[in-house]
């Protein structure tokens, strides 16, 4: 009997997300050179022959992690921008605490360790030793998030709420922000809870 495409599609994507969540504490732990296909594939409980049946080598699986984690899809971008509920305030604060208080990789799994996803975003951030065309791509992604937010903060401007300032220019201030809380809530858990994130976001406030 011919097997059921749909199924075949939706099997591939299974694995897929199981190797890239075997890979992240592997690349978190040992870098990107000190972690190999065979071990990956020994956390993921399947040969390094299936592993290339779905990823060309573990340069092309680092990325996609870190795109993923540094990144945000378009359809996020788009639910953040013009579907979420409240003000671009409001919005920018739920977008500060889901990275402060929970970090979260939807290809790896429901929900990572933060101590997870900060080692693997400082390790990422020098993201220049990558080869192209994977460097490209996570580059595209970061600045897409960049770029998102950028768009945030000018809804935020348009209603009267923000700072006058370049957007782009005043998204990075945003980011240098909220990634040193979410470091230091890693060091120390719960140093900074929702109303912390909120505090320290008011500068953007007119």
Same mark, same amino acid.
């Given at each position: ?7 075949? #599609? ?49 340069? +092309?699986?680092?990325? $996609?992690?870190?795109? !993923? ?13 013009? +579907? ?5 305030? !409001? ?21 990572? +360790? ?10 990422? =951030? ?11 791509? #996570? ?9 998102? $937010?950028?768009? =945030? ?9 923000? $700072?006058?300032? !370049?957007?782009?220019? =005043? ?19 719960? =140093? ?15």
């Amino acid at each position: 009997m011919p097997r059921n495409h749909e199924k075949d #599609v939706q099997l591939r994507e299974e694995r897929k997300k199981q190797i890239l969540k075997s890979a992240l504490p592997l690349f978190v732990d040992n870098g990107l050179q000190g972690t190999t296909i065979s071990e990956i594939a020994k956390a993921a409980g399947m040969s390094k022959g299936l592993i290339y049946n779905y990823f060309e080598s573990k340069i +092309e699986l680092y990325s $996609i992690l870190a795109a !993923d984690i540094l990144g945000i899809s378009e359809q996020d971008a788009h639910h953040l921008l013009y +579907e979420l509920e409240g003000t671009p305030w !409001d919005r920018l604060c739920q977008l500060a605490k889901d990275v402060v208080i929970i970090q979260k990789s939807k290809l790896a799994g429901d929900a990572v +360790e933060m101590q997870f996803n900060l080692a693997f975003s400082m390790q990422f =951030l020098s993201f220049e030793q990558l080869p192209e065309p994977y460097k490209s791509d #996570v580059d595209k992604a970061y600045s897409f998030r960049r770029q998102t $937010i950028a768009k =945030l903060i000018e809804q935020g401007q348009n209603a009267g709420q923000f $700072i006058e300032g !370049d957007p782009y220019r =005043l998204s990075i201030h945003f980011a240098s922000i909220v990634n040193g809380m979410f470091m230091e809530n890693t060091r120390s858990e719960g =140093l900074f809870d929702e109303s912390n994130v909120e505090q320290a976001l008011k500068l953007f406030l007119r």
